[in-house]
């Protein structure tokens, strides 16, 4: 996985960007976004951008878990994108797959055990049932 640190002038994509490039869907934007990240790369991809990515390919596109989870591995590895904390993103990646809790959850608490050892509470049973969170 390439990390790098940001910088100024280090260039973002949001996810309507991110969802152009894997989606193909509209070749007019699909070619300005492959043409802004080739001119600014490394890309600076935020956490928020990639759970948005991931929302909108479940929920509008219908891509399944396995196939999500292929995407976002594949931009850790693009060469042309930098990910926002790529560590937490591979540990909730790792998380989402042998569980059934919601990539945003397994995020969240891929976050949370980045910076802290008290476990998460949690309201949501399937949340819940993880290691590292307090089922309330």
């Known amino acids: 996985m390439r990390r790098h640190s940001y910088r100024n002038g280090t260039?973002?994509?949001?996810?309507?960007?991110?969802?152009?490039?894997?989606?193909?869907?509209?070749?007019?934007?699909?070619?300005?976004?492959?043409?802004?990240?080739?001119?600014?790369?490394?890309?600076?991809?935020?956490?928020?951008?990639?759970?948005?990515?991931?929302?909108?390919?479940?929920?509008?596109?219908?891509?399944?878990?396995?196939?999500?989870?292929?995407?976002?591995?594949?931009?850790?590895?693009?060469?042309?994108m930098t990910m926002q904390a790529p560590s937490i993103l591979e540990s909730a990646l790792m998380t989402w797959k042998k569980s059934k809790a919601d990539f945003a959850d397994c995020f969240i608490l891929a976050s949370i055990s980045a910076v802290s050892e008290n476990p998460l509470a949690t309201f949501d049973t399937t949340l819940g049932k993880l290691e590292g969170r307090k089922q309330l």
């Open 11 to 80: 260039s973002e994509s949001t996810a309507t960007v991110l969802i152009r490039l894997v989606t193909k869907d509209d070749p007019g934007q699909y070619q300005k976004a492959q043409n802004f990240v080739e001119k600014h790369q490394p890309v600076l991809v935020t956490q928020l951008s990639v759970l948005e990515l991931v929302w909108v390919l479940m929920s509008r596109y219908g891509l399944d878990k396995e196939r999500t989870c292929q995407v976002v591995e594949a931009l850790l590895e693009t060469a042309e």
